[in-house]
Every structure is written in structure tokens, then in C-alpha cells.
């Protein structure tokens, strides 16, 4: 018997395995702690851990949300309330319609045998590498003048299927060139048609890869700005964009900031957990032994 031995590790691997928690962890502690405080205590010059925690920041974005009418605020403001809204409606819609055109176009990429077929995916892939700033004046242009769908989250939705697109044709082929090409023509065998061999062959085994791409998808929507904040009006604001927008140069409330971005945090996080037992299941469903 040989006992097993353990190689010392250096402290410095230690101390910077901390130093990345902390830079890490950090920033969001620090947000969720403030978004506790009252502005007094914010901007207070004595700054430490020792307040008394409120949900009056919470309260004030979600005022418009809740079941009971805020003592603690003045007046409603249900600007994060309809910004919540868009976001949730865009973000999901544009990840179910991304998802559906890219599986479909991943798949007759990978099955079909037409000319100029690598040259198409080659495309796709070096159009994701094209930044987004790039495209903010000829689609505000486009989308204001000729198609006039400025304003409206379909107008964000479009250019967000656009933008994740490729991403997801390109990730896809990787799992649908993975499908053993037997159970297709066993299933064709057995009466299936075009359309059944895909929703219920194809798709079922590529179900890791959907998940992936769905997180990716999501949230890119969800999260990003430049092209949210050209696109939207004071009615399809996404929260990103209602955060910038609440700052200004004579009054920053703090508390509700660091609130509504705490906020903003919760739903990719439902998102990615729900999409990531997917993954878990889809590579664990054939790895038990008969």
C-alpha cells in the first residue's frame, strides 16, 4: 500500500485564488449591501458595515409591481416596473426565435448538399465577430426610415435574432454533425416524415446544445444596451437602459440604482439554472449502463 501524497502548494496560489473570489465576489456584495441603505447612510462619510437595513429602495423600484401601496414612497414611478416587462418580452422572444431559425438553418447546414454550402457557414460565423457599434447607424437608419419599427420591441427583437443568430447556427452544427445520421433513416424507415425526423430525433439529442445556446441568446438580450438605447422610446425601454437613463447630474438615487441592478440580476440567473439541468440531463441520459 502506498498512502497517497499531497504536493504542497505555494501560499501565492492561495493568494491569488483569494484575490479572484474577492474581485469576483466583491462588487456584488457590495451592491446587494447598498441596495439595503438609505441614501443618508450612502453618502455618509463614515462608511462600514453597521445600518440599519430597509427595503425602501426595493420598494421604490417594484412600487407599481406589488400588492400593497409603499408607505416609504412618495410617489410611484413605474418606469423599472414596464422597463421589467420589455425586457422579459424581448429577451424571450428573441432567445424562442433565434433558437427555432437556428436549429432549422444548423441542420440543413449540416445534412444537405448544396453549392457553396461551407462558404455559407464560414459567413454566419464571421458575421458574430462583427461589432455591434458597427451596426448602430445603418439599422437606426433602416429601422427608423424605411421599415419605421423604431420605438417598438419588435424593431429590438429583429435586430437581436440578427445579432445572436450565427452564435447559434454555428454552435448548433457542432451538436446536430454529432447525431448519428442511422437513427434519421431508421426513423424515415419507420413512416416518419422530414418534419417528425426533426422536433422528435434530431432535437431531443441535441437538447445540451439548445440549452447552451438558449443562455447565450438570453442573456445577451437581456443584458445589452447600445443597441436597446438607439432603438427604444420611453415605452420599450429595456432595464439596462432605464438604469443608465436614471442618472443624472443633479439627483442619483443611489439605493434604488444598486436595487434595480440586483434586480436585474435575478432573471438570467432562473434562466441559466433552468436551462442548465438540461445540459446536465442531455449528457447524463446515456451514461448509465444497461
Same mark, same amino acid.
Given at each position: 500500500?502506498?498512502?497517497?501524497?499531497?504536493?504542497?502548494?505555494?501560499?501565492?496560489?492561495?493568494?491569488?485564488?483569494?484575490?479572484?473570489?474577492?474581485?469576483?465576489?466583491?462588487?456584488?456584495?457590495?451592491?446587494?449591501?447598498?441596495?439595503?441603505?438609505?441614501?443618508?447612510?450612502?453618502?455618509?462619510?463614515?462608511?462600514?458595515?453597521?445600518?440599519?437595513?430597509?427595503?425602501?429602495?426595493?420598494?421604490?423600484?417594484?412600487?407599481?409591481?406589488?400588492?400593497?401601496?409603499?408607505?416609504?414612497?412618495?410617489?410611484?414611478?413605474?418606469?423599472?416596473?414596464?422597463?421589467?416587462?420589455?425586457?422579459?418580452?424581448?429577451?424571450?422572444?428573441?432567445?424562442?426565435?433565434?433558437?427555432?431559425?437556428?436549429?432549422?438553418?444548423?441542420?440543413?447546414?449540416?445534412?444537405?448538399?448544396?453549392?457553396?454550402?461551407?462558404?455559407?457557414?464560414?459567413?454566419?460565423?464571421?458575421?458574430?465577430?462583427?461589432?455591434?457599434?458597427?451596426?448602430?447607424?445603418?439599422?437606426?437608419?433602416?429601422?427608423?426610415?424605411?421599415?419605421?419599427?423604431?420605438?417598438?420591441?419588435?424593431?429590438?427583437?429583429?435586430?437581436?435574432?440578427?445579432?445572436?443568430?450565427?452564435?447559434?447556427?454555428?454552435?448548433?452544427?457542432?451538436?446536430?454533425?454529432?447525431?448519428?445520421?442511422?437513427?434519421?433513416?431508421?426513423?424515415?424507415?419507420?413512416?416518419?416524415?422530414?418534419?417528425?425526423?426533426?422536433?422528435?430525433?434530431?432535437?431531443?439529442? +441535441?437538447?445540451?446544445? #439548445?440549452?447552451?445556446?438558449? /443562455?447565450?441568446?438570453?442573456? =445577451?438580450?437581456?443584458?445589452?444596451? !447600445? *443597441? $436597446?438605447?438607439?432603438?427604444?422610446?420611453?415605452?420599450?425601454?429595456?432595464?439596462?437602459?432605464? +438604469?443608465?437613463?436614471? #442618472?443624472?447630474?443633479?439627483? /442619483?438615487?443611489?439605493?434604488? =440604482?444598486?436595487?434595480?441592478?440586483? !434586480? *436585474? $440580476?435575478?432573471?438570467?440567473?432562473?434562466?441559466?439554472?433552468?436551462?442548465?439541468?438540461?445540459? +446536465?440531463?442531455?449528457?447524463?441520459?446515456?451514461?448509465?449502463?444497461?
Amino acid at each position: 500500500m502506498s498512502a497517497k501524497t499531497y504536493q504542497k502548494q505555494n501560499p501565492a496560489f492561495y493568494a491569488l485564488l483569494v484575490a479572484l473570489i474577492v474581485m469576483s465576489i466583491g462588487p456584488i456584495l457590495m451592491m446587494l449591501i447598498t441596495s439595503f441603505k438609505l441614501n443618508v447612510d450612502i453618502m455618509s462619510d463614515t462608511v462600514g458595515l453597521i445600518f440599519v437595513p430597509t427595503l425602501n429602495n426595493y420598494e421604490a423600484a417594484l412600487c407599481d409591481m406589488l400588492w400593497y401601496a409603499p408607505e416609504s414612497v412618495d410617489y410611484c414611478d413605474p418606469t423599472f416596473g414596464r422597463a421589467l416587462i420589455n425586457s422579459l418580452i424581448i429577451a424571450l422572444v428573441s432567445t424562442a426565435l433565434t433558437l427555432v431559425i437556428g436549429c432549422m438553418a444548423a441542420y440543413a447546414l449540416v445534412r444537405f448538399r448544396f453549392m457553396g454550402r461551407d462558404t455559407v457557414s464560414l459567413t454566419t460565423l464571421m458575421m458574430r465577430m462583427v461589432p455591434p457599434a458597427v451596426l448602430l447607424v445603418p439599422v437606426f437608419g433602416i429601422w427608423t426610415f424605411q421599415f419605421e419599427i423604431d420605438g417598438t420591441r419588435l424593431g429590438i427583437i429583429l435586430i437581436y435574432v440578427a445579432m445572436n443568430l450565427p452564435f447559434v447556427i454555428w454552435i448548433l452544427q457542432s451538436f446536430i454533425v454529432q447525431v448519428p445520421i442511422q437513427l434519421e433513416e431508421a426513423a424515415r424507415i419507420d413512416g416518419a416524415g422530414p418534419f417528425q425526423v426533426f422536433f422528435l430525433v434530431v432535437l431531443p439529442v +441535441i437538447k445540451p446544445g #439548445l440549452a447552451a445556446a438558449s /443562455i447565450f441568446t438570453f442573456r =445577451i438580450a437581456w443584458n445589452e444596451f !447600445l *443597441l $436597446a438605447n438607439a432603438l427604444a422610446d420611453r415605452n420599450s425601454r429595456t432595464v439596462p437602459v432605464t +438604469i443608465v437613463n436614471s #442618472l443624472t447630474e443633479y439627483d /442619483i438615487d443611489w439605493g434604488v =440604482i444598486m436595487a434595480t441592478g440586483m !434586480l *436585474l $440580476a435575478i432573471p438570467p440567473i432562473i434562466f441559466t439554472f433552468v436551462a442548465s439541468r438540461q445540459i +446536465i440531463t442531455g449528457m447524463t441520459a446515456g451514461a448509465v449502463k444497461g
